[in-house]
């Protein structure tokens, strides 16, 4: 018997190495994958795939893969809460299934925080991001050179989504990940590596540009602000100075040049409720104001969870109230606080708060420069999002997916960061 299990514990050992390394290489594949909208099948299935992995994982590991983060009590305390708001919806089984893809984002951050946290490992993802970042904002230029000119089809808009499903989705994207590459150029510590940070980095704000999106371009330039003030190094800040001085020209010569058709404004959508002659400003008041009159009647929990929730409670108010509010407030915090009431709000914000804190402490006490890059891209990251979500709803499907990645990576980096003075790489 004693054999037996002596032989039981060394199969384990000997099959767990292997299924890590499948794991992770799942992993990438299915994380490279978020950006592009052709391949969202390989995201459904795969997390299918990942779900029964981790099963096996746990059996012959015989524990759990969940590990402490310092997001933890904020975390479980948004999801249970939202949870607790699912019965009370107005459509329960849409809220149960959009509730259900939070589990699944707080999942695939728990599995990133373990899978990846050596340094090679996480080195390689991060690489892997800023690769198809580059991927994105190329395929997006060239798109934009192929928009020039063409003439506007009635229902349809003339604006740039490269592989992404649409305009908005990819300024998200693009907020969210240049940071990261900014970063890598500014504190690689390979001459090589700084060079493609920083070369992906005006590729991407050129992307960027090109969308025509000022609320893209208002996020980015917080995030500069943001950058220059956290490193605090003298040529850091003439760098972001100089950078934001040609993104509010460049903008502003794009915006004049009259390029494509879509210029300096978004034309009607088809799915999209507008007013005759109205700006998208001033569109989004309208959303705003009928947003926070539901908000009012149902200001504890919500409406229900999920994008969609202002659809059957628009349907309840008198019709000449309907139109504004027939799909979303566009604004991340204002539909939260529609959806999980007032309570979810501030829970969501603690959470961001917590992110906050903890990549900015990581990226003060970090010593290595791509664990510092990580943790600076994140606090950065974080601020832009903030801003970006402001105009839209937009942290959520695989553009969340994306934000966790991140987000558990800059947690890994504070939680394995070593006493100061020591290298990352030798504590590993």
Known sequence: MKDAAVAAVSDHAAALPNLDTIIRGLLYVYIFCLPFNRLLFVERNGFLILVALLAIWCGVNQRHFFTRTPLDLPLIAFTVWVAVTVPFSMAPLYSLKEFAKLLQQVLIFY??????????????????????????????????????????????????????????????????LIPLSLALGLCGQWPSARIVGMGTTGL???????????????????????????????????????????VVFGSAALFQADLTAAVGQKMAHGKTFTLPGSSTLELRLEYWKAGMKIIADHWVVGTGYGKES??????????????????????????????VGVPGLILFGWLLWRIAATTIAGFRQCEAPAAKAVALAVSVSVIGLVARLQFDHMLIGTLALQFWVLVALATVVYTDRPVRGQAVDAAQ
């Open 204 to 246: 991407a704000t050129l992307c960027l540009l090109l969308t025509y999106s000022r609320a893209g371009l208002l996020a980015l330039l917080c995030e500069m602000v943001a950058l220059a003030w956290f490193v605090r190094r003298r040529t850091v800040l003439i760098g972001m100075a100089v950078s934001v001085l040609v």
């Open 111 to 176: 599995v990133v925080a373990q899978f990846f946290r050596g340094v090679r490992h996480r080195t390689r993802l991060v690489w892997m991001l800023v690769g198809g970042l580059f991927v994105v904002s190329a395929y997006g230029v060239v798109q934009f050179t192929q928009l020039i000119g063409a003439p506007l089809q009635e229902g349809e808009l003339t604006l740039v989504e490269s592989v992404t499903s649409g305009e908005v989705w990819l300024t998200t994207y693009l907020i969210m």
């Open 310 to 339: 202002l659809r059957p409670a628009a349907a309840s108010r008198p019709e000449q109230n309907r139109e504004p509010v027939k799909r979303e407030a566009h604004n991340t915090f204002l539909d939260l606080a529609v959806e």
